[in-house]
């Protein structure tokens, strides 16, 4: 076997590429670190989340999340409480601001990435995004026979 032709390797060089191209928008033009763009982008779409809940929804473990969300509230971007019930989380909320900075940013992060699909033929597009929802499917139900 060649690494080259192995999946999860084939998988991550394409993540990486596609992040280190949108980290050109999100991160050299408007600050945001991976960590913190992802924070924002969760808050942005659910309002507000706890620490369990965004280490559950990203690759981010809470050590991260913590330090991201520590520079978002230094730029008034997000706010943070201590979970209701649970002493030992945080709950975190984006701002107005940072709902506005998130929006002008995204704009310019959607085209990029547009870009990066539209530099594909439009049956190749097409194939990726049924090859994904596949995967997706296939992992979703290998899961749930480990379970």
């Known amino acids: 076997m060649r690494i080259d032709t192995f999946l999860p390797y084939r998988l991550a060089v394409v ?3 596609v992040t280190r191209l949108l980290h ?3 991160g050299q033009r408007f600050g945001f670190s ?11 779409e659910a309002g507000t989340l706890d620490s369990v809940q965004i280490a559950q929804r990203t690759s981010l473990d809470k050590v991260q999340v913590s330090r991201a969300a520590a520079r978002l509230r230094a ?3 997000i706010t943070s409480e201590t979970h209701p019930t649970d002493r030992r989380l945080r709950c975190y909320s984006i701002t107005q601001c940072g709902r506005d900075r ?3 940013a995204f704009s310019h992060v959607e085209k990029k990435a547009n870009d990066i699909l539209k530099a594909m033929d439009e049956d190749d597009r097409h194939a990726l995004e ?11 139900s290998l899961n749930q026979k480990q379970q």
């Open 15 to 17: 993540a990486k590429d």
């Open 24 to 26: 050109e928008v999100y």
């Open 34 to 44: 991976r960590e913190e763009w992802r924070l924002l982008f969760l808050l942005e």
């Open 75 to 77: 730029r008034e971007l």
């Open 102 to 104: 998130f929006s002008e």
């Open 130 to 140: 049924r090859g994904l929802g596949a995967l997706h499917q296939a992992l979703a």
